[in-house]
């Protein structure tokens, strides 16, 4: 069965230190793999797609078959970043599962 | 810049009654998707419309859940009845075509949320 876990509900940093969010995937076939994001009083938005390999808002995530994960990271945090975030998972191009999210919280 | 439309944004019904929600897509996106997110949950799909076909509807509760999307543009999910376990923030996304470029971002409405008392 499909499925996206991202083990963290909450996860807290400082200002300035690095962020990973963690995400899993089962699937069988090839993944094709995004990370969304909500901040506060705004609609979920697209942050990016593993197959395109960009950093976007200074985050970038790489997707490891080997440990079926797809981990967000970034080396600074920003209190802007503060936001929920979903990992999902694109399923024969039409069908998307989404995570559970995990809210990141970036204290000054 | 374009937006998917949702409406209401809030809707209180009692337990048995039924409800309604809209979602207007974003101009020329063919693929149009119904998703239920609970507190604490990512979003989960119930329906998914191709134009005016349903795609998947595997996930949606057919014994009390209906869809539609009359002439491929906007479209209504309705709840007949409404239980309590059916409080959640309702969410429309759309997306421009299902193949080539970038056709694979879903653009997402501002949702519906639903409470059953």
């Known amino acids: 069965a499909q499925r996206v876990t991202q083990p963290e509900k909450l996860l807290s940093v400082f200002k300035g230190a690095p962020v990973e969010l963690k995400c899993n995937y089962s699937y069988s076939g090839s993944p094709e793999l995004f990370w969304y994001v909500q901040y506060s009083r705004q609609r979920l938005q697209l942050l990016l797609r593993?197959?395109s390999r960009e950093s976007i808002k200074g985050f970038t995530a790489d997707l490891n078959k080997g440990e079926t994960s797809f981990h967000l990271k970034k080396p600074f945090a920003q209190e802007e970043d503060s936001a929920m975030y979903y990992c999902a998972l694109s399923v024969g191009g039409f069908k998307t599962i989404f995570g559970a999210g995990t809210r990141l919280f970036v204290k000054a | 810049e374009a937006e998917v439309a949702q409406s209401p944004r809030y809707k209180i019904t009692e337990k048995s009654q039924a409800v309604a929600f809209w979602c207007d897509p974003i101009?020329?996106?063919?693929?149009l998707y119904w998703y239920r997110q609970i507190l604490g949950q990512g979003p989960e799909l119930l329906v998914q419309?191709?134009?005016?076909?349903?795609?998947?509807d595997s996930q949606l509760p057919k014994d009390r859940f209906s869809a539609e999307r009359l002439k491929g543009v906007d479209s209504t999910l309705k709840i007949q009845p409404a239980e309590l376990g059916d409080s959640a923030m309702y969410l429309c996304?759309?997306?421009?075509?299902?193949?080539?470029?970038?056709?694979?971002?879903?653009?997402f409405g501002p949702g519906t949320r639903l409470t059953v008392t």
């Open positions: 419309f191709q134009d005016e076909s349903v795609v998947d």
């Open positions: 101009s020329g996106h063919a693929t």
């Open positions: 996304a759309t997306r421009r075509s299902t193949s080539g470029g970038s056709s694979y971002e879903q653009y």
């Open positions: 593993h197959i």
